[in-house]
């Protein structure tokens, strides 16, 4: 396993990579890699651009099954915790005051959906395939449904959120999930390009502008709802279909709805 499940290093220019380091797991989250993303975000004073990518074969699997099944059998207290964390961490991300762009390639799949769409600027190889698979194990995508909701629009998300479809790279750039497709030899090629294009504006010009933009999105909630979210988001980790959801995954087996 790796030591460090998220990696973080800022060049000399002010562009600071922050790269999901779980690929063993597909760099699907638990508690480890959440409180890693808030380290690498506690770190970023000072940048101008942030790189956000995903070690291995895919970007981000989501949650990690086995761990959500972990938290599901503490208590409320507990459940209620792990969602802020994970909440507030998509939420930091979605706000920070510099320009951010994602890399995405192979899976990008429930959690990893709202990261993405949390970011600025998205780039996805052509390989990449994703989807909002929350309810196929019982679950709720409630925490990013708001940023999911900016990026490609409630209609969508209606779509997507409620099929637990995949769809790859070309429909997320229909959809506007993604706002370009390169071949995957291309990905870091395009990321470079992209992080050269944005380091030649104003940093308080470019801060000033995206806080504007969020002034009228709904991917930045007010507090109020961000607690609401954060509750139904972790009852729902404790109801009897995430049992039976997460029960189908373990052993392998269609859910009994």
Same mark, same amino acid.
């Not at 895919?58 to 086995?66: E, N, S, T, Y």
């Not at 503490?74 to 209620?80: K, L, R, T, V, Y």
């Not at 909440?87 to 959906?113: E, I, Y």
């Given at each position: ?218 991917? !930045? ?18 109801? !009897? ?17």
């Amino acid at each position: 396993m790796n030591a460090q499940p998220v990696l973080s290093q800022v060049d000399a220019r002010g562009v600071a990579t922050v790269t999901l380091n779980r690929p063993e797991v597909n760099n699907a989250y638990d508690e480890s890699l959440i409180q890693g993303l808030h380290a690498a975000m506690d770190s970023l004073a000072g940048v101008r651009v942030v790189l956000l990518r995903g070690a291995g074969k895919h970007f981000q699997a989501g949650a990690d099954l086995k761990w959500i099944a972990r938290v599901a059998a503490q208590s409320m207290e507990e459940n209620e915790r792990v969602s802020w964390a994970t909440a507030l961490a998509v939420q930091r991300l979605n706000t920070l005051p510099v320009p951010t762009v994602a890399l995405v390639q192979g899976g990008c799949f429930g959690g990893g959906t709202g990261v993405v769409a949390a970011c600025d600027v998205v780039i996805a190889a052509d390989n990449a395939m994703f989807s909002i698979a929350e309810t196929r194990w019982g679950l709720t995508a409630a925490i990013i449904l708001p940023q999911l909701a900016d990026a490609i629009g409630a209609r969508q998300v209606r779509r997507y959120a409620l099929s637990g479809e995949r769809f790859g790279a070309e429909e997320a750039r229909r959809i506007g999930l993604v706002h370009e497709v390169v071949p995957l030899a291309g990905l870091e090629a395009a990321g470079a390009r992209m992080v050269d294009q944005l380091l030649q504006n104003a940093p308080q010009a470019n801060a000033e502008t995206k806080g504007t933009i969020l002034d009228y999105a709904w991917g !930045r909630p007010g507090e109020d709802a961000m607690h609401r979210l954060v509750k139904e988001h972790a009852a729902k980790r404790r109801s !009897r279909e995430a049992a039976e959801g997460l029960a189908s995954f373990s052993e392998k087996r269609a859910a009994r709805w």
